[in-house]
């Protein structure tokens, strides 16, 4: 029996334990998965001293309460995110890009992510996950990962296998950026569309609808009209391709996406916007940008650079 | 042989192997795969193969599309060995607690539930490939007079185990999910087993099924 380990008071909407992902399965209809926001997750690792590829808890909207039993540890909260730690006597406001310092009987409520989707817990150790090829990400749609593929529960207890020995406190002060355009590169079937659809695609507005989650973003707003054909022939699809069905509507493949598809491709966004993509909540605005390959080659390096010097600083 | 190879986004590269679906089509595209695969080049990490394209995902941080071109275009797949197939019997039940869809297709193909059946079974199917959902075949290809559209409004739940078609095409629903193809019948086998890490598939691409009829009793004594 572990002796440190958490206690599910609330396990909040769509709490899932979430690491890098898995790779090499797409063609038995197995997606990458792993951290939607892979910016946030490495960070929350690195505020507690943990491998960046350890196992977090992402949540989505309100994420969960949990009290913590055991050895002192240390905990971070990344994203734009509403929490609290509750001591023995006193109840204090969390900051994100904070690591703390929790002990016997605290407890961490996650009350809310705040004009974004995903926020990410990373405790200072290693929790006890089953992994499933290399990686113990959850995909409840298939049931694949850890916690037998399935979101927290109400109730449930995680065992840490050990807790990391460097307790010391870190603190970043990196804000989350709203962009105010996505930026796409032309799909495989951008010729599929009227010009009256494609300009539409780039010059109107989108607003992202509550049918999303991990597998993909449901846009509504104008429709885009097809003159060619309003399926294909199944054929792969990676994360961030939009696809338009019959409807006129977009869709945008996240982590969790069908492996394959039979949409119209008009487009794939840029991989330097995509952990902001995943972070626009309902009812947000979007607007597509157009971008060339070797441009969006060189913004998502910059990106990269930007994102691995963040993490040198903590 | 790759007949165009194109960008899909950054992080991707779009092998296009025609646009007609026919075995010696997607046998390239399997050849392609499976060569690839076995190489393991640094860099990529995902291949999706289909009908007649070959998607393969990489990450960016180590390579990028020109690279990854360079390298699939230099590749002989063409003289790489058979595609290293099986042939596999697949039980299935048509018994009416399963055939959920029997009634629609004896509409739509004006043949009875007796011919359906007997020109569905005891064929050998081609699997193009696998996925949508973990582990999903599908295969073809059916005859001409068994092709039948997609329902027009999804099922938000096929049961696992579901055999369906829709066009030329037959598949098996591995798990429970969505769907709109016309489903005959339920296999009591395990089509996809995550548990098993090395060969989660029981049908991979390149491979050849039959169905098998078994009878309700049959059916519920499989796996005892």
């Known amino acids: ?314 | 042989m790759i007949k165009n190879i194109s960008n899909l986004g950054d992080a991707a590269l779009y092998c296009d192997f025609g646009n007609e679906v026919n075995k010696s089509i997607n046998s390239q595209v399997i050849k392609y795969f499976k060569t690839i695969k076995e190489k393991k080049f640094e860099g990529i990490n995902n291949l999706t193969p289909s009908y007649n394209k070959l998607i393969i995902s990489y990450d960016l941080k180590k390579t990028n599309f020109k690279e990854v071109k360079n390298y699939v275009e230099n590749i002989n797949a063409g003289d790489s060995k058979d595609i290293n197939s099986k042939k596999l019997e697949i039980p299935v039940c048509c018994h009416e607690n399963f055939s959920m869809d029997i009634k629609r297709l004896e509409e739509i193909l004006k043949l009875s539930r007796e011919k359906i059946l007997e020109n569905f079974l005891n064929k050998e199917y081609f699997c193009y490939m696998t996925g949508f959902i973990a582990g999903m075949p599908f295969l073809g290809d059916l005859d001409e007079n068994m092709r039948a559209q997609r329902l027009e409004t999804p099922r938000v739940k096929v049961p696992k185990g579901s055999v369906a078609v829709t066009e030329q095409f037959a598949n098996i629903y591995t798990f429970e999910s969505p769907g709109g193809w016309n489903i005959l019948g339920n296999t009591p086998l395990d089509i996809f087993d995550s548990s098993k890490e090395n060969k989660p598939n029981l049908i991979n691409p390149g491979d050849t099924v039959i169905f098998k009829e078994i009878n309700l009793d049959q059916y519920k004594n499989y796996n005892e």
């Open chain 1, 1 to 314: 029996m572990s002796s440190n380990y958490l206690d599910i008071i609330r396990p909040g909407i769509n709490s899932t334990f979430q690491d890098k992902g898995r790779d090499h399965l797409y063609h038995i209809g197995i997606p990458f998965s792993g951290a939607m926001d892979n910016r946030n997750y490495l960070i929350a690792n690195k505020l507690v001293n943990n491998n960046l590829d350890s196992a977090v808890i992402e949540f989505a909207y309100q994420g969960p309460h949990i009290k913590y039993s055991g050895e002192n540890i240390n905990f971070a909260v990344t994203g734009d995110v509403i929490f609290s730690i509750k001591k023995k006597d006193t109840e204090i406001e969390g900051k994100c890009y904070e690591s703390y310092q929790i002990e016997n009987g605290d407890e961490i409520n996650i009350i809310s992510t705040n004009k974004s989707v995903y926020g990410y817990l990373a405790l200072g150790g290693e929790l006890d996950l089953k992994f499933q090829w290399n990686s113990c990400s959850i995909n409840t749609k298939a049931n694949i990962g850890s916690n037998d593929g399935k979101k927290l529960d109400v109730g449930q207890r995680i065992n840490l296998k050990k807790i990391n020995s460097n307790k010391n406190i870190k603190k970043t002060n990196y804000i989350n950026t709203k962009i105010e355009s996505i930026r796409v590169i032309k799909g495989t079937n951008f010729d599929y569309f009227s010009e009256e659809g494609k300009k539409i695609f780039y010059e109107k507005e989108f607003t992202v609808s509550k049918l999303s989650d991990r597998m993909g973003m449901r846009l509504g707003g104008p429709k885009i009209d097809n003159i060619v054909n309003t399926n294909i022939k199944s054929e792969g699809l990676i994360k961030g391709v939009i696809q338009v069905p019959a409807d006129g509507n977009p869709i945008i493949m996240l982590s969790d996406h069908g492996t394959i598809g039979g949409y119209p491709k008009i487009g794939v966004v840029a991989s330097v916007d995509y952990d902001r993509l995943v972070q626009m909540s309902p009812g947000s605005k979007i607007k597509f940008k157009e971008i060339n390959l070797s441009d969006a080659e060189t913004l998502f390096k910059l990106y990269e650079m930007e994102t691995q010097n963040l993490l040198s600083q903590i």
